[in-house]
């Protein structure tokens, strides 16, 4: 069984090729086609009826993110808040597969975001998927994803001040000065829903949920039979304990496989970083400066 802890629901990218990409995330990666609409290809992990990303031609980049609510009252009371705050707010109930209502609003970085309720809320369980997984390594859900902006703190006042969300961590390489290079914030109980970090794309990665070390390593002899290389990894991030494995996919984008995040306790105040060395525990994995470019 796989507990919905993540409370990220969906995201959607323009790729310069749609074919390339649905074969490689279709093939490669196992993911499911569960609809297309108006030129645009919803896939899923699999074990339940939800989306978990979906492409369309067009101009490369994230189109939106989207995260669940935890009841259908909250969707109302965001926008509220966000009309408070002199946020725009579209409704979007029912405009893409599975959803039932939601609210479309966008981030001062400029990536439109949806808060959503989806009609299938049953727990998924790995030996009765929803859908036939025949192909590929299987992730079993998105994790979480990492924008980037200008303005860290900005953004993640945001996400604080309007949306209600909580801090983890942060990271302050001159204290005292305000300046955040990242900042990691939760909408649940995980260690981060959203990262933001400094940088001048909308995107750094996206990522996927795996399962074990040995579903990490069947996930990388899988992607390097298709001839893709690690980018970076694998290794295990001190901000929020997963171990993760970075990659560069046919689209362009980058995309973690992620396990073993950390479930954080409501109450635990946020802490402040004023190096790196919580990227990774173990020493080995030191970023280039490519790696810190997003798209």
């Keep these: 069984m796989v507990p919905k802890t993540h409370k990220i629901e969906h995201v959607e990218f323009s790729v310069a090729d749609l074919g390339r990409t649905l074969d490689f995330y279709l093939n490669v990666v196992g993911m499911v086609e569960l609809a297309r609409e108006d030129g645009t290809v919803y896939l899923g992990c699999g074990l339940d009826d939800n989306w978990d990303v979906a492409f369309r031609e067009g101009p490369p980049r994230i189109e939106h993110v989207a995260f669940r609510v935890d009841h259908v009252d909250e969707i109302d009371q965001t926008a509220r808040r966000l009309a408070d705050h002199g946020i725009a707010v579209r409704r979007c109930d029912g405009t893409e597969p599975g959803q039932e209502q939601g609210i479309r609003f966008t981030l001062p970085s400029g990536l439109d975001m949806e808060y959503v309720s989806v009609a299938d809320k049953r727990y998924p369980v790995l030996a009765a998927p929803a859908h036939p997984r025949l192909r590929g390594f299987h992730p079993l ?3 979480h994803i990492a924008i980037q902006a200008p303005d860290v703190s900005e953004i993640s006042r945001f996400f604080l001040d309007v949306l209600g ?54 996930a990388c002899d899988t992607l390097a039979s298709a001839g893709l290389a690690i980018e970076l990894g694998p290794g295990r991030h001190l901000l929020g304990g997963n171990i993760f494995v970075y990659y560069r996919t046919p689209d362009g984008n980058r995309l973690e496989l992620s396990l073993e995040m950390a479930v954080i306790d409501g109450d ?13 525990a173990w020493g080995a994995c030191r970023p280039t400066p490519e790696f810190f470019i997003g798209t």
Excluded: Q
């Design 141 to 143: 859900d998105l994790d």
């Design 165 to 218: 969300w909580k801090e983890t961590e942060h990271i302050e390489l001159n204290p005292g000065s305000g300046v955040w290079e990242g900042a990691f914030m939760r909408k649940g109980s995980l260690h981060h829903d959203v990262t933001v970090n400094s940088g001048t794309g909308r995107l750094h990665h996206w990522a996927l949920a795996l399962s074990s070390f040995e579903h990490l390593k069947l």
């Design 268 to 280: 635990m105040p946020p802490k402040a970083w004023h190096d790196r060395s919580g990227f990774d």
